[in-house]
């Protein structure tokens, strides 16, 4: 029997290889707006891996508008851009903007998945405040909330 090496690189899956934000960036979808930049994509993956550790996480769209809508959580929502087909995350952000929680896109949903420690792509993630990574997460939570809306 043959062992097999498991190894979580940042984008998740090996025979993938790595690509740069600016390659990521022409995969993305027309409708992933806000985009973050390079320099808050870095931040809020990192602010995904801490959460995760923590258990301050919620990934998957249910459980996610569960999240929002009946438990009235406050936090950040990241998505990921190269999701397909859209629809199944176009009305995540609309219940966002009702609920005042800032949301954002990143270019990658293997990269996002990565950072939450699972193997498959995770197309949404809701980070909540925890005191252990406080400033992260003030500092995330105010560049999102800056990014300009769509209209």
Same mark, same amino acid.
């Given at each position: 029997m043959t062992e097999i090496e498991i190894s979580s690189g940042l984008n998740?899956?090996?025979? $993938?290889?790595?690509? !740069?934000?600016?390659?990521?960036?022409q995969c993305v979808g027309v409708f992933a707006q806000p985009m973050a930049s390079k320099k808050l994509t870095k931040r809020l993956y990192k602010l995904a891996r801490k959460a995760k550790r923590v258990k301050k996480t919620d990934v998957g769209i249910k459980a996610? #508008?569960?999240?929002?809508?009946?438990?009235? *959580?406050?936090?950040? *929502?990241? #998505?990921?851009?190269?999701i397909s087909p859209f629809d199944l995350i176009s009305h995540v952000p609309l219940v966002c903007e009702e609920h005042d929680i800032p949301y954002c896109y990143v270019p990658s949903k293997f990269d996002l998945g990565a950072c939450v420690s699972s *193997? !498959?792509?995770? &197309?949404?993630?809701?980070? !909540? $405040?925890?005191?252990?990574?406080?400033? #992260?997460y003030?500092?995330?939570? !105010?560049?999102?909330?800056?990014? &300009? #809306?769509?209209l």
């Open positions: 998740g899956d090996q025979n $993938r290889p790595e690509s !740069t934000y600016e390659e990521q960036i996610i #508008l569960k999240a929002i809508e009946k438990k009235s *959580v406050s936090g950040i *929502v990241i #998505l990921a851009g190269d *193997v !498959t792509p995770i &197309p949404i993630v809701f980070i !909540t $405040r925890d005191e252990q990574y406080g400033d #992260l003030d500092k995330c939570y !105010t560049a999102v909330d800056a990014l &300009p #809306l769509p």
